[in-house]
C-alpha cells in the first residue's frame, strides 16, 4: 500500500469543512421549536428537588462535620 492511501483518511479531516451548494444552508439547530416555549415540568421539577435536597444534605453534613471537629479537638 502507497503511503499516501494510508494518510487519506487523515488529511480528509484537516481539510476545511464545506458548506452546502446553495438549495439548503438552514441550520439543523432551529429545526423544531425552542424548548423554552414549553417546559418540561417533570424534568423542572426532578431537577429543583433534586438541587434542593443535596443543598440540605451538604449543609446537615458540614453541621455534623463542625461537631464532631469542635469535639474531637475539645473546643466545645
Known amino acids: 500500500?502507497?503511503?499516501?492511501?494510508?494518510?487519506?483518511?487523515a488529511?480528509?479531516?484537516l481539510t476545511a469543512?464545506?458548506?452546502p451548494n446553495g438549495f439548503s444552508v438552514r441550520s439543523k439547530f432551529y429545526v423544531r421549536e425552542p424548548?423554552?416555549?414549553?417546559?418540561d415540568w417533570l424534568k423542572v421539577?426532578?431537577?429543583?428537588g433534586t438541587t434542593?435536597?443535596?443543598?440540605?444534605y451538604l449543609t446537615?453534613?458540614?453541621k455534623e462535620d463542625v461537631?464532631?471537629?469542635?469535639?474531637r479537638n475539645g473546643l466545645e
Do not use: V
Open 1 to 9: 500500500m502507497a503511503p499516501s492511501a494510508l494518510l487519506r483518511p
Open 11 to 13: 488529511f480528509r479531516l
Open 17 to 19: 469543512a464545506r458548506l
Open 35 to 39: 424548548p423554552n416555549a414549553k417546559p
Open 45 to 48: 421539577g426532578l431537577t429543583l
Open 52 to 56: 434542593l435536597f443535596l443543598w440540605y
Open 60 to 62: 446537615k453534613q458540614h
Open 67 to 71: 461537631l464532631e471537629y469542635k469535639r
